[in-house]
């Protein structure tokens, strides 16, 4: 029997046929299509599973199950996703249309959330008992592993991180609020501040390898500029790294997992990134003598969205 | 059989001795003394224990065990309390001197995380999966509960939401980093926030209840001319409300707990307090228009330390 994970985006649509020792044995894509009416697109979501599954020679009494991650919320009892900004799907009937065209037991859950899972079955994570995923991304994705299953609190909206505040009366955010970690912690904020250095700082790397638009500038931009040293970049990086050790500090002073992981876009800086934030992390820290969940970097990549999905049950 | 729970505080140690349905049929208590040798303590700790027994007609065989509850953090594993800061006490080993004067099964724990775990048990949030307890005093302590457990973190150093990041670069902190929630959401916060006030505002009647003299302000006199319609002590306490929304939203956004119970000195303003958080918090949370967390005041009390104590096991 194999399982299959699929991994919900706004640009595409993943799937993955996974062994029973979970490794990866097929996989099909599909563009995503929000113009489609929500029927439809589910209709293609389970035509793809099939078609991916016929591809290396199997059928579909061969499926044990079909895992769904989203770039939202679902609630896994019903079968319904609650809300999918990136999607526009708002109560949407997924498991009711899905079983329609391959009657399988489905489950659905928060993308983020399936790749702490993936990480934390067989990724950098495996074998711990809790664990928190931080994805750096254009916004910030947050998954909770508590004695390795996903937690995604009572009432199904938690794992927030990104949307916790972390500066009263900041910046303004996508949600409606101010001062959420994700203004300062993801991509986009990288993105922010590298453009506004570059106002005093015209002769700064990061303004050359924009070919002189600051509106070209992208994390990549300020990132490989710091790793060159260019001074501007530097500095904006390091207020990054601040905010960053800062927002990892917060999940230890709260929750204390066994470990944290980075991933998402950002954390393909590798190296450059985790070295000063485990460097830092502690001292904000309020028992910071004591031993401390370990910080590394996620290893499972793009990966860990159908791997993760896949999992579920 | 009875259980004893022991609240250790930096001015006085509350003794409780429970039944089997966790009512409390006996009280001691002595006052602190932190001059003392460590082993001295403990030992005046374990004669209250006695003592207290003794005084209700029942002997040293009825004691099934001994719970203690500390503001700072221990390993329950090997009985060393960490760290007490109140206390002075750090990587000292309880349990070993306590069973020399009463052998009995010692349990120890956060202060805070025992309170929560007693309000789980027969207070507010009696009965409920997860809760998070967020006591405002001096400081802020927070417990946390997980399918009715106490969570501390895998390192024992979580559970410390008062020493969350919730203002970057923000007021200095006693722990020694900048922001803490602590420093906005304490009663050391609004005291700040009304001697503050009364500078520029001299007609405030923060100030005639304090008898002009800025210093004796404490936060019931800015709750008291906030409920008298002060102008100045209403803005204080818009703030702190305010503020106070904002972290039972991150509370919500990052582990959404089926209940959050407000507890601590500054909790005792009542509906005066607890209503406009209400109103409040869930415009900070991210997925607003679904079921969240319900909030609600702590009703235990003062006893809530040596009842979530003598439960410890």
């Given at each position: 029997?194999?399982?299959?994970?699929?991994?919900?985006?706004?640009?595409?649509?993943?799937?993955?046929?996974?062994?029973?020792?979970?490794?990866?044995?097929?996989?099909?894509?599909?563009?995503?299509?929000?113009?489609?009416?929500?029927?439809?697109?589910?209709?293609?979501?389970?035509?793809?599973?099939?078609?991916?599954?016929?591809?290396?020679?199997?059928?579909?009494?061969?499926?044990?199950?079909?895992?769904?991650?989203?770039?939202?919320?679902?609630?896994?009892?019903?079968?319904?996703?609650?809300?999918?900004?990136?999607?526009?799907?708002?109560?949407?009937?997924?498991?009711?249309?899905?079983?329609?065209?391959?009657?399988?037991?489905?489950?659905?859950?928060?993308?983020?959330?399936?790749?702490?899972?993936?990480?934390?079955?067989?990724?950098i994570?495996?074998?711990?008992?809790?664990?928190?995923?931080i994805t750096l991304g254009?916004?910030i994705?947050?998954?909770?592993?508590?004695?390795?299953?996903?937690?995604?609190?009572?009432?199904?909206?938690?794992?927030?991180?990104?949307?916790?505040?972390?500066?009263?009366?900041?910046?303004?955010?996508?949600?409606?609020?101010?001062?959420?970690?994700?203004?300062y912690c993801s991509a986009t904020a990288i993105i922010?501040m590298g453009?506004?250095a570059?106002?005093?700082?015209?002769?700064s790397l990061m303004?050359?390898k924009a070919?002189?638009?600051?509106?070209?500038i992208t994390a990549r931009t300020v990132i490989d500029s710091a790793r060159e040293k260019d001074p501007a970049a530097s500095e904006v990086f390091s207020r990054y790294v601040g905010y960053l050790a800062q927002a990892v500090?917060?999940?230890?002073?709260?929750?204390?997992?066994?470990?944290i992981v980075l991933g998402g876009g950002v954390s393909k800086a590798g190296m450059f990134l985790l070295q000063p934030v485990r460097d830092e992390f502690p001292e904000?820290?309020?028992?910071?003598?004591?031993?401390?969940?370990s910080l590394d970097l996620a290893i499972?990549g793009?990966?860990?969205?159908?791997?993760?999905?896949?999992?579920?049950?």
């Amino acid at each position: 029997m194999v399982r299959i994970g699929v991994d919900v985006g706004g640009t595409g649509i993943q799937v993955g046929v996974l062994d029973e020792q979970l490794n990866i044995i097929g996989r099909g894509s599909i563009e995503t299509h929000t113009e489609l009416p929500f029927g439809e697109q589910v209709r293609r979501i389970a035509e793809c599973c099939k078609n991916t599954v016929a591809s290396i020679g199997l059928q579909e009494k061969d499926i044990a199950s079909v895992g769904v991650g989203i770039p939202g919320i679902a609630d896994d009892k019903t079968g319904m996703i609650i809300k999918c900004t990136n999607m526009f799907w708002k109560d949407a009937p997924f498991r009711k249309e899905f079983v329609k065209y391959l009657n399988k037991p489905i489950y659905i859950d928060n993308d983020a959330s399936v790749a702490a899972l993936a990480e934390n079955m067989i990724g950098i994570s495996k074998g711990r008992s809790s664990s928190v995923l931080i994805t750096l991304g254009t916004g910030i994705g947050s998954g909770i592993i508590l004695d390795g299953k996903i937690w995604n609190g009572f009432h199904g909206i938690g794992g927030e991180l990104g949307h916790t505040i972390m500066m009263i009366g900041g910046e303004p955010c996508t949600c409606g609020n101010r001062g959420c970690l994700e203004r300062y912690c993801s991509a986009t904020a990288i993105i922010r501040m590298g453009r506004e250095a570059v106002k005093n700082r015209p002769n700064s790397l990061m303004l050359e390898k924009a070919g002189g638009d600051p509106a070209k500038i992208t994390a990549r931009t300020v990132i490989d500029s710091a790793r060159e040293k260019d001074p501007a970049a530097s500095e904006v990086f390091s207020r990054y790294v601040g905010y960053l050790a800062q927002a990892v500090a917060n999940v230890v002073n709260f929750l204390d997992p066994e470990m944290i992981v980075l991933g998402g876009g950002v954390s393909k800086a590798g190296m450059f990134l985790l070295q000063p934030v485990r460097d830092e992390f502690p001292e904000h820290v309020i028992f910071r003598d004591r031993p401390m969940p370990s910080l590394d970097l996620a290893i499972l990549g793009d990966e860990a969205g159908i791997v993760g999905a896949a999992m579920l049950s």
